[in-house]
């Protein structure tokens, strides 16, 4: 539709979750300097710093239309991932992740506290993260070391599955749209390939009423204008009040905070005329920290359009331009996730709801990153791990001398 709402996009993730963690939390636990969100600040900045170059990648790529991302989301399937990673596979996602600079357990560490300060911040809003790893039940098992791992720093549900069943999409879809309340049902696709031997998953669910909300009385029919002149119609809401707002160079910004305001949706707009992209382009932490640092408390009318979006893509391209290409590479090195066959990732998806309305907003993220067989003699692949049947045949004439059933090859 339009890049406006692409900002708003962005903020809800990039800002929401992580502005607020690096300026509410301190404040919070200045009672105990080392408590969660001290230990956290590292990997908030790492991810602030990811998640802008990668917004603004997809940005580019992508074009004019509505883009919505969970950068804290795609962080924490990548992080899980990169932790069974070793050699330049390793050093190319950490360059990738921002992460130089962080040994791999404060990286760890700080993904554990940073998921306890997340959910435990604030009562009134309704903030969910849940990890998983759902690998192939067979002769090759991931590393009892990274799986781990994984559950002590990410609390992830770790299972084994058998993925040759035609319904185990199905169960590990179930999960997603339970950990997302039913925002985001299916991003698993069958039948499972049979030279998938790993789903490493991160689920967002995000519910916040707005401190001041809307009244639905006020919200009328209003046009929007898009960036190739053109308007379209759209229900815009209203109202006055007292929030936090910043008036920048060829800018300005307001922010809206939710439940006891530890969260908040922070909305940058241009001016009239002005174009989105170019703010896009100014867009990095530096600029952002100085900016979110100008706010000050004033009074204002605000217009804010309901909307609901859902948006989805395939990550491969984007994170292959920014430096991780390696890792979805026959050469990658996952070494510690699989000891004894070659593993790379095949994609990292990622799907994204949001609904913005009077009352407040409601938004969920999945990323699922797929772990699949290194290279592969040329061919095609056939296990026989299930009932089938045989024949026994004379070739010159086509004759069947035997034929026959197998439903258990044991049980003579």
């Known amino acids: 539709m339009n890049g406006k709402l692409t900002l708003i996009g962005v903020l809800l993730i990039a800002l929401v979750f992580v502005y607020c963690t690096t300026k509410n939390p301190v404040t919070d636990n200045q009672a105990d300097p080392h408590g969660p969100a001290w230990y956290a600040k590292g990997l908030v900045d790492s991810d602030n710093r990811f ?19 969970s950068p804290l989301s795609v962080s924490m399937a990548l992080g899980m991932t990169y932790n069974g990673a070793d050699g330049t596979t390793k050093q190319a996602m950490e360059k990738t992740l921002e992460l130089s600079g962080l040994t791999v357990e404060e990286i ?88 998938t031997m790993m789903f490493l998953i991160n689920a967002i669910h995000f519910k916040g009423t707005w401190t001041y909300q809307f009244d639905p009385n006020d919200t009328q029919d209003d046009l929007f204008k898009r960036s190739s002149g053109t308007s379209v119609t759209c229900k815009m809401m209203e109202q006055r009040g007292f929030f936090k707002y ?62 609901k ?20 590479d026959p ?20 799907k994204t709801f949001v609904e913005v309305n009077e009352e407040g907003t409601e938004a969920a993220a999945v ?7 290194g290279p592969q003699p040329p061919g095609f692949w056939f296990r026989v791990d299930c009932p089938f049947i045989f024949m026994i045949r004379e070739n010159e004439s086509g004759t069947i001398l035997f034929i026959g059933k197998i439903v258990n090859p044991s049980g003579w």
């Open 309 to 328: 979006l859902e948006y989805g893509l395939t990550m491969n391209r984007v994170l292959t331009a920014l430096g991780m290409g390696i890792a979805f």
């Open 51 to 69: 998640g802008i170059k990668l917004f603004k990648e997809i940005v580019e790529e992508e074009g004019d239309t509505n883009i919505f991302i």
């Open 108 to 195: 760890n560490l700080s993904y554990k506290n940073l998921i306890r300060l997340l959910t435990e911040l604030d009562p009134k809003v309704r903030f969910g993260i849940a990890n998983s790893i759902w690998y192939r039940d067979s002769t090759a098992l991931p590393e009892q070391e990274f799986l781990d791992v994984c559950v002590e720093y990410f609390d992830a549900l770790v299972r084994g599955l058998d993925f040759n069943d035609p319904f185990a999409a199905d169960t590990i879809n179930a999960w997603i749209d339970e950990k997302t309340d039913g925002k985001i049902q299916k991003i698993v696709n069958a039948p499972i390939s049979p030279l």
């Open 246 to 307: 910043y008036a920048g160079r060829g800018f300005h910004a307001v922010d809206l905070p939710y439940g006891d305001g530890s969260f908040s949706m922070t909305v940058f707009l241009p001016y009239w005329g002005g174009d989105v992209d170019d703010l896009v382009a100014r867009l990095d932490p530096d600029s952002l920290d100085y900016w979110l640092g100008c706010f000050s408390s004033d009074s204002g009318d605000v217009y804010l359009p309901r909307f």
């Open 331 to 350: 050469a990658a090195d996952f070494s510690k996730m699989y000891k004894n066959v070659d593993v790379w990732i095949d994609s990292v998806k990622h």
């Open 367 to 373: 990323t699922v990153v797929e772990m699949t067989l």
